[in-house]
């Protein structure tokens, strides 16, 4: 199967993941903390080589697994909403984890998007 340019831009996206992972790591404060953020860096370039390579329905619901989950544990860590307060901590860990976020966010809506679009079938009279 050829990928799609969606497949491809899913994929630029977990790339960005990645590399805001990647970014982060300096700043992890533990070594527990860096090596989450390494299997999860690890993580997006394998949902990037997936939709890159094969672009399958498996792909898309793996990236919008992957980011619901990664949605899921960023948002304790970044503070949740903020009502006026400062945003940020040393090296700027919190903003680099919502943009993490904002990116996860929009792999979450393209795959559903996909998924929406390739599960759509007409139905046989």
Do not use: K
């Not at 340019?5 to 992972?21: F, Q």
């Not at 990647?22 to 404060?29: A, F, I």
């Not at 949902?47 to 399958?56: H, I, P, Q, S, V």
């Amino acid at each position: 199967m050829t990928t799609s340019p969606v497949g491809r831009l899913g994929a630029l996206l977990a790339v960005c993941s990645a590399a805001l992972h990647g970014g982060s790591l300096p700043g992890s404060g533990s070594a527990w903390a860096a090596g989450v953020m390494t299997v999860m860096l690890a993580g997006c370039l394998y949902c990037a080589y997936e939709l890159w390579r094969f672009d399958t329905t498996r792909s898309w619901v793996l990236v919008a697994v992957m980011n619901l989950a990664m949605i899921g544990v960023h948002m304790p860590m970044t503070g949740g909403h903020h009502h006026g307060g400062a945003v940020g901590t040393a090296a700027g860990l919190p903003v680099a984890m919502e943009l993490a976020t904002v990116v996860a966010l929009a792999e979450v809506i393209l795959a559903a998007a996909v998924l929406f679009v390739r599960s759509r079938r007409v139905a046989p009279r």
